[in-house]
């Protein structure tokens, strides 16, 4: 049964850092590119960070770049995204998702698989 899973979010003053975690199982995970998004109540989920299959490639939405990290480690079926500089903005649900024919780039247009999120809430 395929599965992830995420964990650490919570709370977390303005300016400071927070690290979310999703573990994978049920089958390869180092074939699959890797994301994570995030929503807040009434608007779309949006893309936030994406990672290549051997974690040499990442891209991220602008409104994150320069402050989260992805990354992902193939042996313990996980991927991270360590968040820095949090602002209230950030406040939202992270997913993450798996997409076994997407690039960086291109994730989020054929997600195979989703997380059911965890709570991210930056105050002010």
């Known amino acids: 049964q395929v599965q992830l899973v995420e964990s650490g979010g919570g709370l977390v003053q303005a300016g400071g850092s927070l690290s979310v975690s999703c573990a994978a199982s049920?089958?390869?995970?180092?074939?699959?590119?890797m994301g994570w998004f995030r929503q807040t109540p009434g608007k779309e989920r949006e893309f936030v960070a994406a990672?290549?299959?051997?974690?040499?490639?990442?891209h991220y939405a602008d409104s994150v770049k320069d402050r989260f990290t992805i990354a992902r480690d193939n042996v313990k079926n996980t991927v991270y995204l360590q968040m820095n500089n949090l602002k209230p903005e950030d406040t939202a649900v992270y997913y993450c998702?798996?997409?076994?024919?997407?690039?960086?780039?291109?994730?989020?247009?054929?997600?195979?698989?989703w997380g059911r999120g965890t709570q991210v809430t930056v105050s002010s």
């Open positions: 998702a798996e997409d076994r024919f997407a690039t960086p780039h291109t994730m989020g247009a054929s997600v195979d698989y």
């Open positions: 049920g089958r390869t995970f180092s074939i699959y590119t």
């Open positions: 990672i290549s299959r051997s974690g040499g490639m990442t």
